[in-house]
């Protein structure tokens, strides 16, 4: 399975990183809409697309105005739009006012607040809640195959036992870190991850492959991250990168 890496970065985009967004073209599942959802639109493959959303900070959802061009290059026949009950509510009145975004996208938002799990084809989704300003949501993708993916951003992590349970048997983990160690005291008020929380983590939770996401944007050596984190897992069976816009990830089974 491939996971297309369209937008990286956290808050801004920079020089080399569009903000977040990751595309599954054989699902037709996008994970979250930054502003990197300008280049989906020559991967689409299905006649559906969805769009989990992790929360609504505008890094994570200003992609959505996007749309009206992607879709118009290349259409879809239905456009799901998933996310709690009040994101979806504050991105429909806010970013698609008409006094700020006049021309509104023809999509099914879908609140997922009662649904501890649900299925985008043979795609099983489950999400929970994680720690951020607003809060955020993870999700798990369990495919038919047994393929496991988890996309874990803008929280400061969670490395209890309950999550290491939930985080376990991933083929591919996304998982943000913001800060390198020195830096960890930002995280915190911040509510982002840093290198040895996120090296925990991974510890606990043991996935073939550990794809650090959602880059500071003014960070000039994030690979400091990747090699805290490296050498932490010195010797495990996880393989860790750092994630690259534009970059390609084979993953599964």
Known sequence: MQLHCLGTAGYHPNEDRH???????????????????FRLAELIATPTLDILLSHAHLDHVAGLTFLLDVLYRRPVDRLRIWGEKDKLAAIQRHLFSDLLFPVPIQAEYREIDALPEFTIGDCTIRWRRQQHPGMS?????????????????DTTGDDGVEAMEWNAGADLLM???????????????????????????????????LMLTHVNPIDAEPELMLREVS??????????SLAADREVVEFGR
């Open 175 to 209: 998982h943000e870190c913001y800060f390198p160690d020195a830096s960890s005291e930002w995280a915190t008020k911040t509510g982002h991850t840093w290198s040895s929380r996120l090296a925990r983590i991974a510890q606990g939770s043991a996935p073939k492959h």
């Open 19 to 37: 903000t977040s967004c990751y595309f599954l073209p054989e699902s037709g599942i996008v994970l979250d809409a930054g502003t990197g959802l």
């Open 137 to 153: 949501v993870g999700y798990r993708l369990d495919w038919d195959d047994g393929t496991r993916l988890l996309y874990l951003t």
């Open 231 to 240: 050498e932490t897992l010195r010797g495990r069976q996880t393989r860790v």
